[in-house]
């Protein structure tokens, strides 16, 4: 895939749609490297959601393997992801540590190249009050930075993130893998990354979950239906975007076999497998996301 297929993206506004998952997000990883090695950077736009949103930002910001470095790097470190982050502070990844320390010092994000980009991207937030999703604008980092980090905020594990005098969490609770939204806004066609295989079916909450988040979100019952809702509306988007790569619309990549990495993962071999597998399907893809993109 040469230059030529970079500005023919660019121009057909193609949008890039990542979906979460936490760790699951090494996949993601792994498929954006192989993109930006091969020099394809003319998507109009980028939709992330949770860990897609991180990941997109490091898309945009054209830093290839920073989000896989950073995800072994520190996998072990309490710091970064942990029960002693979330029995001490309320939230089971240090804001403090991601979103400053790593983010600023560690492994510095190139915010500068991120601003001059001209990828809009955007990150999926859901608000607790109204319990919809609601799709930010991230132009410009670190000012955004508290929508990118509510975007990746896990219900239930995390304190509520305030920006603006609005209360958000995770946009996966809202919209786990918003295509529709980014065709609906003007993309002609969308490359859309999972994090889970084909035919994956989210399982309803076990009762202890449910009570749980019913404890937690008792004072925000619109937020809550969405919460205790959403594995049968991630079901039936799933069916909706089989219905759109049917048509042509989108373009799909996904892991061949169910991921066997869970959202908090602390096993380096099973994410650096997980993360050549992305690179792998990505690799795989090429010729048929080619002529995707050409049209």
């Known amino acids: 895939m040469g230059r030529d297929a970079v500005e023919t993206a660019g121009g057909a506004h193609i949008a890039l749609v990542l979906e979460g998952g936490g760790f699951r997000g090494l ?17 109009s736009s980028v939709w992330g959601v949770s860990a897609g949103a991180l990941i997109g930002a490091n898309y945009v910001s ?4 920073r989000c896989c470095r950073i ?3 520190y996998r072990d470190d309490r710091r970064y992801m942990s029960l002693f982050q979330l029995a001490t502070g309320g939230n089971i990844m240090s804001t403090t540590f991601l979103y400053d320390d790593i983010q600023n010092r560690l492994d510095p994000f190139d915010a500068t190249t991120f601003r001059n980009s001209a990828t809009s991207m955007y990150a999926v937030v859901s608000d607790v009050v109204f319990g919809t999703p609601d799709y930010v ?18 219900p239930i594990v995390s304190r509520i993130v305030q920006v603006d005098g609005r209360r958000l969490l995770d946009g996966g609770t809202t919209d786990s893998v918003p295509a529709r939204k980014a065709l609906d ?15 994956y079916q989210k399982p309803q909450l076990n009762a202890s979950q449910a009570a749980i988040a019913r404890r937690n979100y008792a004072d925000y019952p619109a937020y809550l239906d969405a919460l205790l809702t959403r594995p049968r509306r991630y079901n039936e988007q799933r069916d909706q975007l089989r219905e759109l790569e049917r048509q042509g619309a989108i373009f799909v990549i996904c892991p061949p076999r169910p991921v066997e990495v869970s959202d908090v993962e602390h096993d380096g071999s099973k994410l650096l497998d997980l993360y050549v597998e992305g690179r792998q399907a990505a690799e795989e893809s090429l010729a048929a996301l080619d002529r995707f993109m050409r049209g």
């Open 27 to 43: 996949f993601t990883s792994g498929v954006l490297d192989v993109l930006m090695e091969r020099g394809v950077w003319g998507f």
């Open 185 to 199: 806004s003007g993309a002609r066609r969308a490359v859309v990354v999972l994090t889970r295989e084909r035919g």
């Open 137 to 154: 604008a991230i132009d410009s980092l670190p000012e955004k930075i508290d929508y990118l980090r509510a975007s990746a905020t896990m």
């Open 62 to 65: 054209r830093q290839p393997g």
């Open 71 to 73: 995800n072994l790097a």
